[in-house]
């Protein structure tokens, strides 16, 4: 029996070198590396990163210095997102002077609207359509997705966590890839299947908060009659045609929300807005 256990004595008392311990540290953190590159985004951070985004949205185009205009989306938004699967988030609406037509959303809540959006709409509804319709974005985490598609994964995750601990202490360079890969995906636009479901759960949202479902559906039909308008022309570069997006919706809609018609189309607020 001491023939046995003397060579293993010798063996746990052999020094570090003989066990390369530094191969094992350096493959656990190799391991460690792998799993944190795959971990899921949190909210925390899928929020401080939507923030940086809407800067760089916000430094492109300020928001129209018109307060009442800016609280009076903001309320119709934060109710329209009390509706939704994610009421808890740090909700944001509100309308940057841009002539052009167009809607954008940040991962995290953040949903900004054109001026010259907002000019075209016609009532409320239409408003809760668009609003909802971004708030579906936020909600499937499409934007999301699609920046860690062109980032890549690990990239991505190690870009976020330098923005979970809300300290301000993040590398230029990793701020810059964020900024990167945001302008890249507002200039390429979502995938038309992400916009199909945007509309699909937008109108949904809508009718939750007590609008007319078919907001959106008239909003769609304005771009469809104004496709010669130079102020849609990215518009309509980064979004499927209006009337493919009509047709989806026939489809998806059908006659199930046809009693929901009647939910609120316009209030004296809107009017007095567009006033």
Do not use: C
Request: charged share 25%; aromatic share 6%; no cysteine.
């Amino acid at each position: 029996m001491r023939k046995l256990i003397l060579p293993l004595l010798l063996a746990f008392a052999a020094p570090a070198q003989a066990w390369d311990v530094g191969k094992l540290i350096k493959g656990l953190e190799t391991a460690k590396k792998v799993v944190d590159a795959n971990r899921d985004i949190t909210e925390a951070e899928e929020v401080q990163m939507g923030g940086e985004l809407a800067a760089t949205l916000l430094g492109a185009a300020p928001l129209v210095d018109d307060a009442e205009m800016q609280r009076y989306v903001n309320r119709v938004g934060v109710w329209l997102a009390l509706h939704s699967e994610r009421p808890g988030l740090p909700w944001k609406f509100g309308v940057i002077d841009h002539p052009h037509v167009n809607a954008f959303a940040t991962p995290g809540g953040h949903v900004l609207v054109t001026r010259g959006l907002l000019q075209r709409l016609r009532s409320e509804a239409e408003l809760a359509g668009v609003l909802a319709h971004e708030i579906a974005h936020v909600l499937k985490k499409h934007q999301l997705s699609a920046i860690q598609k062109s980032l890549g994964t690990a990239a991505l995750s190690d870009i976020a966590a330098q923005y979970a601990d809300n300290t301000g202490k993040r590398s230029a360079a990793n701020t810059a890839k964020l900024i990167g890969g945001g302008k890249e995906l507002y200039l390429k636009g979502l995938d038309k299947e992400d916009e199909y479901e945007a509309d699909r759960m937008g109108v949904v949202i809508a009718a939750r908060a007590g609008y007319n479902p078919y907001g959106l559906v008239g909003v769609l039909q304005t771009l469809s009659e104004s496709a010669s308008d130079p102020g849609l022309g990215f518009l309509l570069e980064t979004h499927p045609m209006p009337n493919d997006r009509l047709d989806r919706l026939e489809v998806a809609m059908g006659e199930r929300m046809e009693e929901l018609s009647k939910n609120v189309d316009n209030l004296p607020r809107f009017s007095k807005l567009r006033r």
